[in-house]
Protein backbone atom coordinates (compact mmCIF):
# COMPACT_ATOMS: atom_id res chain seq x y z
CA UNK A 1 0.00 0.00 0.00
CA UNK A 2 1.35 3.58 -1.03
CA UNK A 3 2.19 5.72 1.93
CA UNK A 4 0.39 9.65 1.38
CA UNK A 5 3.11 11.92 -0.18
CA UNK A 6 4.71 13.84 2.11
CA UNK A 7 3.91 17.29 0.16
CA UNK A 8 5.66 19.48 3.23
CA UNK A 9 8.55 22.25 1.96
CA UNK A 10 11.68 21.06 4.93
CA UNK A 11 13.78 24.07 3.28
CA UNK A 12 12.58 25.80 6.44
CA UNK A 13 14.69 23.92 8.61
CA UNK A 14 17.85 25.83 6.86
CA UNK A 15 16.72 28.30 9.44
CA UNK A 16 15.81 26.82 12.56
CA UNK A 17 16.44 23.50 14.28
CA UNK A 18 13.95 20.62 13.32
CA UNK A 19 11.83 19.81 16.65
CA UNK A 20 10.83 16.32 15.36
CA UNK A 21 14.95 15.11 15.00
CA UNK A 22 17.18 17.91 17.18
CA UNK A 23 18.76 18.67 13.57
CA UNK A 24 20.40 21.93 13.32
CA UNK A 25 21.69 23.14 10.44
CA UNK A 26 23.74 26.41 11.73
CA UNK A 27 26.34 23.63 12.52
CA UNK A 28 26.95 22.03 9.13
CA UNK A 29 29.43 23.00 6.42
CA UNK A 30 30.20 20.95 3.90
CA UNK A 31 33.03 20.05 5.54
CA UNK A 32 31.90 18.64 8.16
CA UNK A 33 29.12 16.57 6.06
CA UNK A 34 31.44 13.48 5.10
CA UNK A 35 32.59 12.79 9.11
CA UNK A 36 28.88 12.46 9.93
CA UNK A 37 27.50 10.57 6.99
CA UNK A 38 30.15 7.98 7.48
CA UNK A 39 29.49 7.84 11.06
CA UNK A 40 25.96 7.45 10.27
CA UNK A 41 26.42 4.56 7.82
CA UNK A 42 27.10 1.84 10.34
CA UNK A 43 23.57 2.99 12.19
CA UNK A 44 22.17 2.20 9.10
CA UNK A 45 23.49 -0.91 8.61
CA UNK A 46 22.58 -2.13 12.39
CA UNK A 47 18.64 -0.72 11.84
CA UNK A 48 18.50 -2.73 8.21
CA UNK A 49 19.80 -6.09 10.55
CA UNK A 50 16.14 -6.32 12.86
CA UNK A 51 14.34 -8.67 12.08
CA UNK A 52 11.29 -6.33 11.55
CA UNK A 53 12.79 -3.93 9.07
CA UNK A 54 10.49 -4.86 6.38
CA UNK A 55 7.52 -4.28 8.33
CA UNK A 56 5.58 -0.89 8.74
CA UNK A 57 4.93 0.36 12.18
CA UNK A 58 1.27 1.33 10.92
CA UNK A 59 -0.32 2.49 7.10
CA UNK A 60 1.11 5.36 6.85
CA UNK A 61 4.54 5.27 7.93
CA UNK A 62 7.40 3.93 6.10
CA UNK A 63 9.30 0.61 7.48
CA UNK A 64 13.34 0.84 8.27
CA UNK A 65 13.90 -0.90 5.15
CA UNK A 66 11.39 1.96 2.73
CA UNK A 67 13.59 4.24 4.86
CA UNK A 68 16.64 2.90 4.05
CA UNK A 69 16.08 2.45 0.36
CA UNK A 70 14.81 6.39 0.27
CA UNK A 71 18.02 7.03 1.90
CA UNK A 72 20.23 5.24 -0.39
CA UNK A 73 18.24 7.26 -3.64
CA UNK A 74 19.19 10.26 -1.19
CA UNK A 75 22.74 9.92 -1.28
CA UNK A 76 22.48 9.17 -5.46
CA UNK A 77 20.89 11.76 -6.04
CA UNK A 78 22.32 14.21 -4.18
CA UNK A 79 25.69 13.48 -5.19
CA UNK A 80 24.90 13.99 -8.52
CA UNK A 81 23.07 17.47 -7.40
CA UNK A 82 26.62 18.50 -5.79
CA UNK A 83 28.29 17.36 -9.03
CA UNK A 84 25.54 19.77 -10.81
CA UNK A 85 26.16 22.79 -8.47
CA UNK A 86 30.23 22.64 -8.58
CA UNK A 87 30.41 22.16 -12.45
CA UNK A 88 27.57 24.55 -13.52
CA UNK A 89 26.51 27.97 -12.62
CA UNK A 90 23.54 28.53 -11.26
CA UNK A 91 22.56 24.49 -12.00
CA UNK A 92 19.20 23.26 -11.97
CA UNK A 93 17.55 20.42 -10.76
CA UNK A 94 15.00 18.43 -11.98
CA UNK A 95 12.19 17.15 -10.11
CA UNK A 96 12.23 13.98 -8.37
CA UNK A 97 8.91 11.77 -6.72
CA UNK A 98 10.55 10.23 -3.89
CA UNK A 99 7.12 8.55 -3.28
CA UNK A 100 6.85 7.72 -7.15
CA UNK A 101 10.57 6.07 -6.97
CA UNK A 102 9.49 4.08 -3.90
CA UNK A 103 6.85 2.30 -5.96
CA UNK A 104 8.78 2.16 -8.96
CA UNK A 105 11.68 0.28 -7.58
CA UNK A 106 9.29 -1.42 -4.68
CA UNK A 107 11.27 -0.26 -1.69
CA UNK A 108 9.09 -2.48 0.32
CA UNK A 109 10.39 -5.62 -1.34
CA UNK A 110 13.87 -5.03 -1.33
CA UNK A 111 16.47 -7.68 -0.27
CA UNK A 112 17.72 -5.35 3.71
CA UNK A 113 21.51 -7.11 3.12
CA UNK A 114 21.93 -5.37 -0.44
CA UNK A 115 20.14 -2.06 0.40
CA UNK A 116 22.58 -1.99 3.44
CA UNK A 117 25.97 -2.78 1.17
CA UNK A 118 23.99 -0.11 -1.28
CA UNK A 119 23.16 2.33 0.67
CA UNK A 120 27.06 2.17 2.12
CA UNK A 121 28.37 2.85 -1.08
CA UNK A 122 26.23 5.40 -2.01
CA UNK A 123 27.15 6.82 1.31
CA UNK A 124 30.95 7.02 1.42
CA UNK A 125 30.47 8.03 -2.60
CA UNK A 126 28.47 11.31 -1.25
CA UNK A 127 30.68 11.60 1.95
CA UNK A 128 34.01 11.52 -0.12
CA UNK A 129 32.20 14.23 -3.11
CA UNK A 130 31.67 16.78 0.20
CA UNK A 131 35.14 15.90 1.14
CA UNK A 132 36.10 17.46 -1.98
CA UNK A 133 34.24 20.90 -1.95
CA UNK A 134 36.55 23.56 -1.22
CA UNK A 135 35.44 26.87 0.72
CA UNK A 136 35.59 28.51 -2.56
CA UNK A 137 32.48 26.27 -3.80
CA UNK A 138 30.53 27.03 -0.70
CA UNK A 139 28.38 29.94 -2.13
CA UNK A 140 27.81 27.84 -5.70
CA UNK A 141 24.18 28.57 -6.37
CA UNK A 142 21.41 25.28 -8.14
CA UNK A 143 17.97 25.70 -7.95
CA UNK A 144 15.08 23.31 -7.57
CA UNK A 145 12.39 22.56 -10.00
CA UNK A 146 9.82 24.35 -7.24
CA UNK A 147 12.13 27.63 -7.54
CA UNK A 148 13.98 26.88 -4.30
CA UNK A 149 17.55 28.07 -4.32
CA UNK A 150 20.27 26.42 -2.70
CA UNK A 151 24.07 27.59 -2.46
CA UNK A 152 26.47 24.77 -1.84
CA UNK A 153 26.27 25.49 2.22
CA UNK A 154 22.62 25.46 2.40
CA UNK A 155 22.47 22.21 0.11
CA UNK A 156 24.97 20.50 2.57
CA UNK A 157 22.45 21.22 5.35
CA UNK A 158 19.31 20.44 3.83
CA UNK A 159 20.75 17.21 2.25
CA UNK A 160 22.35 16.17 6.10
CA UNK A 161 19.11 17.03 7.54
CA UNK A 162 17.25 14.60 5.36
CA UNK A 163 19.34 11.50 6.38
CA UNK A 164 19.46 12.36 10.15
CA UNK A 165 15.72 13.21 10.28
CA UNK A 166 15.35 9.59 8.46
CA UNK A 167 17.63 7.98 11.34
CA UNK A 168 15.80 9.11 13.70
CA UNK A 169 12.42 8.02 11.89
CA UNK A 170 13.61 4.72 12.27
CA UNK A 171 15.36 5.14 16.36
CA UNK A 172 18.23 4.02 14.20
Not at 120 to 145: C, L
Amino acid sequence: MPITPDTKDWTWVLSRPCPECGFDASLVTPATVPGTVTSMLPRWRAALRRSDAAERPDDSTWSVLEYSCHVRDVFTLFDHRLSLMLAEDDAQFDDWDQDQTAIEQDYASADPAEVAVELTAEGEQIAASFARVTEEDWDRKGTRSNGSVFTVQTFAQYFLHDVVHHLHDVDG
